[in-house]
């Protein structure tokens, strides 16, 4: 069965320094990949997708920028951190189903 | 156009009550519907899904209603328990023939069901 992992949980960083969030899927191939912010009491908001190796769609234009170095890894950065990059990451994955898997999330926190 | 509006913002059921949920759509191009569910601190999970063939999809105490006409779907959730108590989202996509899928998600609603 799929599996899908997000580290670190919970993260406390102060502004402008560097950021590197790590998503992992196992049990599939050529998954489809997500990152999503999501605010305190607020709804989903899709940051970045991606089909395939090297391949990257942004959806907002932000401090943030993600990676997907290997097939089933996708990696969200930031070079310098803004108090507004709080919230709960989510990372994604979906195949030709459509449904999309959600991970366990990462809870950022800049002070 | 892309916009899926979901209503109510919050919820407040007794406990054995029903719960209903609704969406709202433009894109007529949607023609895939998941409700995810959401407890405090965890990633959203898929709770049932819908495509516009059916009018109405049922698992267990959770049912989704689809009119596509209106362009409207709902989560009817019977017999609410407090465990239930969680913030739900709609969302919507147009993946049919293409293989990236993106959805599009409502605001949510945070459901208490009251012992």
């Known amino acids: 069965s799929q599996t899908i992992h997000q580290w670190p949980a919970t993260l406390v960083q102060p502004v402008g320094s560097p950021l590197s969030l790590e998503c992992t899927v196992e049990?599939?191939?050529?998954?489809?990949l997500y990152w999503y912010r999501q605010a305190a009491g607020r709804g989903l908001q899709l940051l970045f997708y991606s089909v395939g190796i090297g391949q990257i769609s942004s959806e907002v234009p932000q401090n943030l920028s993600a990676s997907r170095p290997q097939d089933r890894q996708f990696i969200l950065s930031s070079k310098k951190l803004l108090l507004s990059d709080s919230g709960f990451y989510l990372c994604a994955w979906s195949d030709y189903q459509e449904t999309q898997y959600f991970g366990p999330g990462t809870r950022l926190l800049v002070l | 156009q892309q916009q899926v509006k979901q209503s109510p913002q919050s919820l407040i059921v007794q406990k054995g009550g029903i719960s209903i949920i609704n969406c709202a759509y433009e894109?007529?191009?949607?023609?895939?519907f998941p409700w995810y569910q959401q407890f405090p601190g965890k990633g959203p999970a898929l709770l049932i899904a819908?495509?516009?063939?059916?009018s109405e999809k049922k698992e267990g105490r959770f049912t989704i209603s689809f009119n596509k006409s209106a362009k409207q779907f709902s989560l009817h959730i019977m017999d609410s328990q407090p465990g239930d108590s969680a913030t739900y989202f709609c969302a919507a996509s147009t993946g049919s023939g293409g293989s990236n899928y993106k959805l599009t998600f409502g605001k949510g609603t945070l459901l208490t069901v009251n012992p």
């Open positions: 819908i495509r516009p063939d059916v």
């Open positions: 894109n007529t191009a949607f023609d895939y």
């Open positions: 049990g599939t191939s050529n998954p489809n």
